[in-house]
Structures are given as structure tokens and as C-alpha cells.
């Protein structure tokens, strides 16, 4: 099976409109994520959109996926697979995969860099965490300048 590394997070890919293998189906009996992507010419590999599910099978196999007609307008060419028990785990995955690439058919808006870089802590991605901080610290600072200062120097203009 084709895997794809998403951040460092090793998932099967599941071509689109191809029947399944009995090994690629049996991937999709449990709890997980998913990326719904679209590979360019180059190979590289675009996400559409992330989910989490309780039964990936469910969710995945058939048309009743409210994305799926959008994600084909999108091209989307496969969906990419990993099977995660813990659903905290599985929550902060899809956090910092929504962080990280911002999906253009996600309908939630994309994660804070805080609560992306809580996200990233908790599962061990550390270069995600210090992106997500850097970029809080900058929009923190953006954020201040113009504003007066909270405090008063009282020493100020003596020599």
C-alpha cells in the first residue's frame, strides 16, 4: 500500500474511485483520521479536507460524505488513512493537520496558533508547536504596537 507522510504521521493513501483491496478495507474497520487530498503532477499532495471518524468505514465508503461532492470539483484523487484509538489524540491530529495546511473545504475556522500549539505539544510534534508559538508571539506583537503603554514611567524626563 502507498503511504504519504503528513507532518510526520505515516498514512495509506486509498485511491479515489478504485475498488479496495481486502487489506485496504480491513484499514478502515475502527476509529481514525483522514485527509481527503488531491496529488499534481509533480506528486506532491494537497489536503482538501481532514476528518476524524468512530468508523472510518462508515464514514469513507459510498457517496453519503457531505464533502464528497466538493472534493471532487477539487480533484480529489485519494483519501489518506491513520488509525488512532484515542480520541483526544485523534482530536489534536486533525487540529494541527487544520493548523498546518488549512483545508479549503474545512467549514470550522482554522485553529489558533495557541490551541495549535497546545495541539502539537500533546502528541509530540514539537516543530509544529514552536511554528504555532512563533507565529502567536508575532501576531501578539502586531497585535500591541499602536496601543499606549499599560504602565507609566515615573522616571521619565529626569536626568
Known amino acids: 500500500m502507498s503511504t504519504c507522510n503528513w507532518l510526520g504521521v505515516e498514512a ?16 478502515l474497520d475502527g476509529r481514525g ?14 489536503a482538501l479536507y481532514t476528518g476524524i471518524a468512530e468508523d ?12 464528497w461532492p466538493r472534493a471532487q470539483e477539487y480533484g480529489v484523487t485519494h483519501v489518506h488513512v491513520v488509525r488512532i484509538d484515542d480520541g483526544a489524540q ?6 494541527v493537520l ?5 483545508p479549503p473545504l474545512q467549514d470550522q475556522p482554522r ?7 497546545h495541539a502539537a505539544n500533546r502528541i ?4 509544529v508547536a514552536i511554528r504555532a508559538l512563533a507565529a ?22 529626569v536626568r
Request: aromatic share 6%; charged share 25%.
Open 12 to 27: 495509506v493513501m486509498l485511491p479515489v474511485g478504485q475498488p479496495l483491496t481486502p487489506r485496504q478495507r480491513h484499514l
Open 33 to 46: 483520521n483522514y485527509v481527503m487530498a488531491r496529488v499534481d503532477g509533480a506528486g506532491l499532495n494537497y
Open 56 to 67: 472510518l468505514a462508515e464514514r469513507l465508503l459510498g457517496d453519503d460524505h457531505e464533502k
Open 90 to 95: 485523534s482530536r489534536d491530529l486533525e487540529t
Open 98 to 102: 487544520r493548523y498546518h495546511f488549512a
Open 111 to 117: 485553529p489558533l496558533h495557541a490551541t495549535a500549539f
Open 124 to 127: 509530540g510534534m514539537r516543530d
Open 136 to 157: 502567536h508571539a508575532a501576531a501578539e506583537a502586531t497585535r500591541r504596537v499602536g496601543r499606549p503603554r499599560p504602565y507609566v514611567n515615573a522616571l521619565a524626563g
